[in-house]
């Protein structure tokens, strides 16, 4: 059973406020809360699932975060996408082990994040961003989450100056950046043709632009659309969604690119 390291990055989580909090135990030895002070340390050495008692009697959980935990607790220094487009955007994308994956975008890193997971070690992801200081962020947070980046490559950028030659260097590439359409010719220039391609849009303005410009470029197999998640209380005699939900973050819209839109024909 895999014990917990000074090094090791934790979820604590304490039921009673239903509250998580993403810590390195070596920068946190003890924890001061509300609900009293936890010592962390006491969990060194023992497996995650160790139950703590603050000076309070509070009881928080020391756990092993999982990919979502990370998406969400990692500091924020820009709009972040949230894990319900991330999971859909993953499938639509077709990213799997050893894939060749471009990011327009990088912002708090998030998605590239997650992109790096889900290639693997034999896959890369190269993520684009225009402000040095988003990339510095998006950096710390990728080191704090994965300790490395071995298969992630982040770049600054002017608009659509990149420094790629033609040529399909990418199967896949997900789009992040207020204007979307800018930057669509130079995706297309860079990926394989039938490669699928996504862009996110928080607003319709955004998206249908989006959308119009794709359509132009002689892409294929267009769809917009929008994740909604509600959550549940499962509670006996009770069970009923929560009152409150999220009711929009972004829309999503994927197409494929093809050999007449990679070669620019429109
Ligand atoms: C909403 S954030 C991306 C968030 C990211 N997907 C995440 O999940 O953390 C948008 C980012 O795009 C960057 N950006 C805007 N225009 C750009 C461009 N033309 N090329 C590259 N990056 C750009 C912004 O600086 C910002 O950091």
Not at 100 to 111: H, I, K, M, Q
Not at 114 to 142: K, Q, T
Not at 205 to 230: F, H, P, S
Request: glycine fraction near 10%.
């Amino acid at each position: 059973m895999p014990e917990i390291r000074e090094e090791d990055l934790v979820l604590f989580f304490v039921p009673s406020w239903g509250r998580r909090y993403l810590l390195h135990i070596r920068e946190r030895p003890s924890f001061s809360t509300h609900k009293g002070i936890f010592s962390l340390k006491e969990a060194l050495g023992r497996p995650f699932g160790v139950a703590l008692r603050s000076d309070r009697g509070e009881v928080g959980y020391v756990l092993r975060p999982t990919l979502e935990d990370l998406l969400m607790l990692l500091p924020r220094r820009t709009q972040i996408m949230y894990p319900k487009d991330i999971g859909l955007t993953l499938l639509r994308l077709g990213v799997g082990r050893g894939m060749r994956v471009l990011e327009v975008g990088t912002g708090n890193g998030n998605f590239t994040l997650a992109l790096s997971y889900f290639v693997g070690p034999e896959g890369w992801v190269v993520s684009l961003e225009r402000r040095r200081d988003h990339l510095r962020h998006a950096r710390e947070n990728l080191l704090r989450a994965l300790k490395i980046l071995g298969n992630i490559g982040l770049l600054q950028v002017e608009e659509t100056t990149w420094p790629f030659p033609d040529g399909p260097l990418f199967d896949a590439a997900f789009v992040d950046i207020p204007e979307p359409w800018k930057v669509l010719p130079e995706v297309l220039r860079v990926c394989s043709p039938g490669g699928p391609v996504g862009c996110i849009c928080p607003t319709y303005n955004q998206l249908e632009r989006t959308g119009v410009e794709m359509e132009a470029l002689g892409m294929v197999d267009i769809e917009a659309l929008e994740v909604l998640y509600r959550k549940v209380l499962p509670r006996e005699g009770k069970t009923r969604p929560h009152q409150v939900m999220v009711g929009h973050t972004a829309f999503l819209i994927f197409g494929r690119s093809t050999v007449a839109s990679r070669e620019g024909e429109r």
